[in-house]
């Protein structure tokens, strides 16, 4: 079983930045793969980006966020971060993480089996 918390949402003017964070508990965190995922009313739960268990250049972005957002981890935390910088109101979500067991990360949220409660951002223009 993983537990997992985000935090760092909150309300941010088009153009800034937000910095979200996951903490993991109940399974060796440098085992598994964590992506973000993101879901906005109406919408799918959309991928966002995820960083392998090894981290550095293992990490994949969705489109969308591709050189605004920036995925990490550290291990010896147990936490994993997203950075978000050059917002958009279509940012706008609850954010969650996510753990895979594999290790190596992926794009689809069906190979992700703990999920966290979700934080919300919201962008304003």
């Known amino acids: 079983q993983v537990q997992l918390v985000e935090s760092g949402g909150g309300l941010v003017q088009s153009g800034g930045s937000l910095r979200l964070s996951c903490v993991a508990s109940?399974?060796?965190?440098?085992?598994?793969?964590i992506a973000w995922f993101r879901q906005s009313p109406g919408r799918e739960r959309e991928f966002v980006a995820a960083i392998s268990w090894s981290g550095g250049t293992s990490t994949y972005y969705a489109d969308s966020v591709k050189g605004r957002f920036t995925i990490s981890r550290d291990n010896a935390k147990s936490t994993a971060y997203l950075q978000m910088n050059s917002l958009k109101p279509e940012d706008t979500a609850i954010y969650y993480c996510a753990t895979e067991g594999s290790g190596l990360g992926s794009k689809n949220k069906q190979d992700y089996d703990y999920w966290g409660q979700g934080t919300q951002v919201t962008v304003s223009s």
């Open positions: 109940g399974r060796t965190f440098s085992n598994y793969a």
